[in-house]
């Protein structure tokens, strides 16, 4: 096993530009749920040469994520781990998002905790949604960033009473994961590795385009026409942040957030009431 390995997690608009990025002479484990994409997606990158393998994998499930981890230890040095398997609140109801979004991320985390490599680095795809709620009491930031994995759905403020639509669900999931890296970027340092996410703005992705045809779409095009750069980001801009924090450059940096959105939550913050 002197190979190094790159596991990439959700083989949809992001999880493929990042494939791109960083697989190219490592052996590259690309895990999806969905059979189809991920055949497709392995069948066109090993096409292009990469050295693919792949794992039908269901990120809110622990057995299926603890068999990931494992079969990526198998191939070799896990030195890079990219998870951005999601859901978006039009695509799936509240529970969905939760156990993908929200657990999933957390299974993903302290399965790989287990086998990343010295050296090695992790990235999680969040949201600029998670920037946009209101901040959550102290108290539920920790819970959220240190329950365990197999109690954290049971916390009272993620029962279906405390969580009304399948946006708010979005938003808190998102807004978890960034906290549940800043308390595995501990126990990944302890093997020497390190862990980040990031958090996209509207990226031009299946999801992206799926989310601006539904009800939220205008509202997402306003806030893009009136951000830093004005336009949709590309799979290829969070790749760029995603090489960048698994890189070498990054070696100081680690538990922490990037927002990657154009300007839209600078924006969105500081702009002046009109009249
Ligand atoms: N596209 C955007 O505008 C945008 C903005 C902010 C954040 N994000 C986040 O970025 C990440 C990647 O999104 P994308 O735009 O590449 O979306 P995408 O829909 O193109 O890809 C997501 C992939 O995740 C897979 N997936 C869903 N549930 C899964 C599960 N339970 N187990 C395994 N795989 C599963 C899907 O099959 C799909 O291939 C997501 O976490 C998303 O929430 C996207």
Redesign the pocket.
Same mark, same amino acid.
């Not at 997690?9 to 999880?15: E, N």
């Not at 895990?31 to 969905?34: T, V």
């Not at 994998?57 to 809110?60: E, G, L, P």
């Not at 996209?200 to 990226?203: A, E, Q």
């Given at each position: 096993v002197d190979k190094d390995v790159a596991v990439v997690?959700? #083989?949809? =608009?992001?999880?493929q530009a990042i494939s791109r990025r960083v697989g190219g002479g490592r052996a590259l484990l690309l895990?999806?749920?969905?059979e189809g994409?991920l055949a497709a997606v392995a069948e066109q990158l090993r096409g292009d040469g990469y050295d693919v393998t792949t794992r039908l994998?269901?990120?809110?499930d622990a057995a299926s994520v603890a068999a990931l981890a494992d079969a990526a230890g198998e191939l070799g040095r896990v030195t890079h781990v990219a998870h #951005?398997? =999601?859901?978006?609140p039009v695509q799936a109801p509240t529970a969905a998002i939760l156990h993908?979004?929200l657990l999933?991320v957390a299974l993903v985390l302290d399965a790989f905790a287990a086998v990343v490599a010295p050296g090695g680095a992790g990235v999680v795809?969040a949201?600029?949604a998670g920037h946009m709620a209101a901040p959550l009491p102290p108290e539920r930031e920790l819970a959220l960033a240190t329950t365990p994995a197999a109690e954290l759905l049971a916390l009272p403020f993620l029962q279906p009473d405390a969580v009304p639509d399948p946006g708010t669900a979005y938003t808190l999931a998102k807004r978890a994961n960034a906290l549940r890296v800043q308390a595995a970027a501990t126990t990944w340092g302890a093997r020497g590795a390190r862990v980040n996410t990031i958090s996209?703005?509207?990226?031009s992705?299946?999801?992206?385009q799926q989310?601006l045809s539904g009800p939220s779409g205008e509202g997402m095009r306003g806030m893009v026409s009136m951000s830093g750069t004005g336009r949709l980001g590309t799979p290829d801009d969070i790749a760029d942040a995603a090489a960048f924090l698994l890189g070498p450059q990054a070696s100081f940096i680690t538990g922490t957030d990037l927002l990657v959105d154009g300007g839209v939550v600078a924006a969105v913050r500081t702009r002046r009431a009109v009249g």
């Open positions: 997690i959700g #083989t949809g =608009g992001m999880g895990a999806d749920f969905a994409t994998t269901d990120v809110s #951005t398997a =999601g859901l978006s993908v979004d999933g795809i949201s600029m996209p703005g509207v990226i992705t299946p999801m992206g989310e």
